[in-house]
């Protein structure tokens, strides 16, 4: 039901205000008594606020609405009115069509494993806790949370100048990050600032197809740096001076080795590319790789010594802060970086690149699919990764086959040094896969 990053899927078929009704009465039914609730600026949001409303108070639970806001102001503001969970209504990156439910901690983290199946379980089941006529929850309204999450990042960051920042909000919840630039007294032109789940401006997600007009206008303009963010802003990607979109493992690899030193630790999926091994090797800091998800990502930040946490699809946690995927802290963290060390384009030359090849391949049936090529890895390599998937590293590179927590399909990466090792390690691993379609499937 949840994925990787919580539920998700097409309003009136996946996601409806029933769903909505169902998880409210079961969070509440695990005990959460007090529960803030918010959404990003899709239109259903409103009906599925209101469903997921009615389930918790229904289980005895109070609520706390906080209305349109970035799903890292909800998750902070978990804290700071005093509740045992929260909710968000949202669909993140994904298009206008659909929306979603994630649930968090207050420690910002999201609902892990066995929290998740607690809750699919008692929908499963149908087994809630419902309240008497004199035990329904209270539901009330709470203003100034995105002020609250303002400060906090005002806290968090220290600018010895103010540059010329373009950020491109993408209709969403964003826009706290532009009012933060400002008051931290830099020159900010906005794109996309009004809010409109219909996503008018661009697609939701922001990816260098997507970011056009922010690279034309970083480039035609003074500014040094172009900020844009998905839905909920719980994503931060950037384009540097001149325009150019900052890969996202490039983007990854510029964070963890600012904020690591020697003998720290960087949590990143096990997808997460050779460069930033590198960057952190030569701090002296590591890299401990996780499960593809924000969540996973977040747990690994709780361990000793693990300082930052990040993802290629541009969610970063630093665990000082929050361990809520923070764009609008990482925003404010990359101009910090632009207004202390100079241009982003040489800190992205500094970073060495190599060559990655993705793609995703139709199975009928992932799982027998990936126990099948797991198997025929385990026998030809002697090391084998099965954190996620099966991972295989070599002298030149790596390669991983993984299956899609939402498709059927089977993802396929491999990234090496040169661009024949890189090509070689990839049709290895897309023959491991025919190979066990063919043969049995």
């Known amino acids: 039901m949840f994925g990787t990053s919580g539920i998700r899927g097409r309003v009136g078929s996946d996601v409806t205000a029933e769903l909505a009704l169902s998880v409210g009465r079961a969070v509440a039914s695990e005990g959460y008594e007090r529960v803030v609730v918010g959404r990003d600026v899709r239109e259903s949001g409103s009906m599925l606020v209101d469903a997921i409303s009615a389930g918790l108070r229904e289980c005895g639970a109070d609520v706390i609405t906080v209305g349109i806001e970035a799903t890292p102001t909800v998750a902070r503001a978990i804290t700071h009115l005093d509740a045992d969970a929260g909710v968000v209504v949202t669909a993140s990156h994904n298009p206008a069509t659909d929306n979603g439910i994630k649930l968090w901690t207050p420690s910002g983290k999201a609902f892990g494993p066995d929290q998740r199946e607690a809750i699919e379980r008692r929908i499963r089941e149908d087994d809630y806790d419902l309240a008497a006529w004199d035990g329904v929850g209270d539901r009330s309204r709470r203003t100034g949370v995105r002020d609250r ?164 699809s541009g969610a970063w946690i630093w665990p000082e802060e929050t361990r809520c995927p923070d764009g609008p802290l990482a925003a404010c963290k990359l101009v910090e970086l632009v207004a202390d060390g100079g241009p982003l384009s040489d800190r992205v030359a500094g970073i060495d690149r190599y060559p990655i090849r993705r793609t995703s391949l139709d199975v009928a049936d992932k799982t027998a699919v990936m126990a099948d090529v797991t198997a025929r890895v385990r026998a030809r390599y002697e090391e084998v990764d099965t954190l996620d998937g099966v991972r295989v590293e070599t002298e030149d590179g790596w390669f991983l086959l993984r299956a899609s927590g939402t498709q ?34």
Do not use: W
């Open 149 to 312: 999450h303002a400060e906090s990042i005002r806290d968090a960051v220290a600018l010895e100048r103010s540059p010329s920042v373009v950020v491109d909000s993408g209709t969403g919840a964003g826009g706290v990050t532009a009012a933060v630039l400002d008051d931290l007294g830099c020159r900010v032109r906005t794109l996309n600032g009004q809010e409109d789940g219909s996503f008018p401006g661009r697609p939701s997600e922001p990816t260098e197809e997507t970011l056009e007009t922010l690279s034309t206008l970083v480039a035609e303009t003074d500014a040094e740096v172009g900020i844009a963010h998905d839905g909920d802003a719980d994503r931060m990607v950037a384009v540097d001076e001149t325009g150019s979109f900052v890969p996202k493992d490039v983007l990854l690899a510029i964070f963890a080795g600012e904020a690591a030193g020697e003998g720290d630790r960087v949590a990143a999926p096990v997808d997460t590319s050779l460069a930033v091994d590198d960057v952190l090797a030569g701090v002296g800091a590591s890299l401990t790789r996780t499960r593809v998800g924000d969540v996973y990502v977040a747990e690994r930040t709780t361990e000793p010594d693990v300082v930052f946490g990040g993802e290629p």
């Open 408 to 441: 059927p399909l089977l993802r396929v990466t491999a990234e090496a040094r040169s661009e024949s090792a890189a090509a070689d390690l990839f049709e290895t691993a897309k023959g491991l896969v025919t190979e066990t379609t063919a043969a049995d499937h």
